[in-house]
């Protein structure tokens, strides 16, 4: 039996349609599978902070200062913490090759176990698996403004080099953006936040909006499988789009036949 | 072998239980409602092991600074607040049956030691944004002299000064906020679910692998 949407908001907590979802499933599915059989090859737009982030590490390493980086306030199950953490396994993997001291910070307990193994392992697959320091991983504080003085308080005690905050983020941002600005570090910011996106692009060099930290781990990877999702998301929008006019025009003039079918 | 167990089960157990909630979430059926309500649970419980690691974790780093005398002072206030609200808290707790949240000492050190901090912080915030706004509102490009002009019609707009000075300037603020800004910030919020989307199906597919390292 299917939920409808009165009974979804009537489930709190609850959202979604099962049509919508299927249908999201089988477009990301059929865009995979062509990518990876070759027969699309998606061009991705450049994102100028990801391209930067090579620039940051040979700063780094020039300058002979960490870097830091923060998934934010995020516990594992937030989709941001996940997205950060796909560009902090690759980040830390330059620091590894390139010696330069890599700072992570995160303010949920449940992000220290995955982030301990897949940074151990950024060092392992690096050749160095003895440069990896685990108190280099460091949980200051679940309280967001405990953690955000933490933060503050490394960024300018250790002057790093660039500073990353790249994860789920809320009223601390700016006090992590202005910290970094004031230690002189070159800053990347990433985040879905929209209230904390202006903040970013106004003290950040250079700011992930949205969905750019999302498919930043894609990205990075370039793998057909990866890349494949990201033209399937790019399907699921502009059928959204047109859903979205042929909808409002179809309300307007009273028939709401599409929008009861979508909400199935 | 190690393989298998490191990158291939993990994935299958992921794919498995995201199919699962995604089905309790989608579809009315008591038995799995139940279900996938007790398993939020459990992990609920297993997230709140994470906290004993992290706790040891910090306590190390700060029982080394202190052992290298980098910061004796700040560590062992630290250590000394974190540890003595841990045993303290438990033994009352476990012994008397006070609560944490009506323990005297647990609560002078929150509310004597860590709320004004917080507090604190929170107020250094208004300094920070006076000093981001100056950077972000000096008229250097196109787009900085668009933010610098909307953000004083909606800064007047809001101040009950503005409609004093001119009313419509209460209606341009309205205009801003409901038409240009709420277009933008539903653009950034769709297209975020979009990508939260492909990013799960990726995950549950097994082709983003970063979240768990990538090494050979």
């Known amino acids: ?24 499933l089988v477009i990301v ?32 390493t020039e300058l002979g200062r960490p870097i830091h980086y923060t998934v934010g306030l995020g516990s594992i199950s937030d989709s941001q913490v996940i997205a950060g953490l796909s560009i902090a396994s690759y980040v830390a993997r330059k620091c590894a090759e390139l010696n330069v001291r890599f ?17 151990k392992e950024a060092y392992v697959a690096a050749g160095k698996p003895e440069a990896f320091v685990p108190d280099n991983v460091r949980w200051l504080s679940d309280r967001q403004f405990s953690f955000a ?24 941002s700016l006090i992590f953006a202005e910290a970094g600005f004031r230690a002189g570090a070159i800053q990347i910011a990433g985040t879905t936040n929209s209230y904390q ?17 999302i498919v930043a781990g894609a990205y990075i990877s370039q793998e057909p499988g990866q890349v494949g999702t990201i033209l399937g998301q790019d399907y699921i929008r502009i059928i959204g789009l047109v859903l979205m006019a042929i909808g409002a025009v179809l309300y307007a003039v009273g028939i709401k036949t599409l929008t009861s079918w979508i909400a199935l | 072998m190690s393989m298998v167990i490191k990158r291939y089960i993990p994935i299958v157990i992921l794919a498995a239980i995201a199919f699962f909630m995604a089905g309790d ?9 139940d279900l996938a309500s007790s398993g939020r649970s459990a992990v609920t419980i297993i997230g709140s092991f994470a906290v004993i690691l992290s706790v040891v974790m910090l306590s190390r780093l700060h029982v080394r600074r202190i052992q290298r005398k980098t910061t004796v002072v700040e560590s062992s206030v630290l250590l000394t ?28 050190i929150f509310y004597g030691i860590v709320s004004p901090g917080d507090s604190t912080i929170y107020s250094i915030l208004a300094f920070f944004i006076a000093a981001a706004a100056y950077r972000a509102f000096r008229a250097r490009s196109l787009e900085a002299t668009l933010l610098l002009a909307a953000g004083v019609l909606v800064m007047l707009g809001k101040a009950p000064i503005g409609a004093s000075i001119w009313l419509p300037l209460v209606d341009i603020q309205n205009w801003i906020m409901l038409v240009p800004n709420m277009a933008g910030s539903r653009v950034i919020i769709m297209s975020a679910i979009i990508a939260t989307i492909a990013l799960y199906i990726r995950i549950i597919f097994g082709y983003e692998r970063g979240w768990m390292g990538r090494g050979e």
Request: aromatic fraction near 10%; charge should be negative.
């Open chain 1, 103 to 119: 700072l992570f910070t995160f303010a949920s307990p449940s992000v220290q176990p995955v982030a301990l193994d897949l940074i």
């Open chain 2, 25 to 33: 979430t989608l579809l009315l059926e008591p038995v799995l409602n």
């Open chain 2, 81 to 108: 607040c974190m540890w003595v609200t841990i045993i303290w808290g438990l033994y009352r707790f476990a012994v008397e049956g006070v609560s944490p949240a009506a323990e005297a000492t647990v609560q002078s």
């Open chain 1, 197 to 213: 996106i202006p903040f970013f692009v106004t003290v950040c060099d250079y700011t992930l909006i949205s969905e750019e930290l």
């Open chain 1, 29 to 60: 599915s059929m865009a995979v599978y062509l990518t990876i059989k070759g027969r699309i090859k998606p061009k991705l737009r450049r994102l100028a902070g990801i391209d930067a982030i090579d620039e940051m590490i040979g700063r780094a």
């Open chain 1, 149 to 172: 003085t933490g933060v503050m308080g490394l960024v300018l005690r250790e002057k790093v080099a660039a500073n990353m905050l790249l994860g789920y983020f809320a009223a601390e």
């Open chain 1, 1 to 24: 039996m299917y939920i409808t949407d009165v009974e979804l908001s009537a489930r709190s907590g609850y959202s979604g349609s099962l049509l919508m979802f299927i249908v999201s």
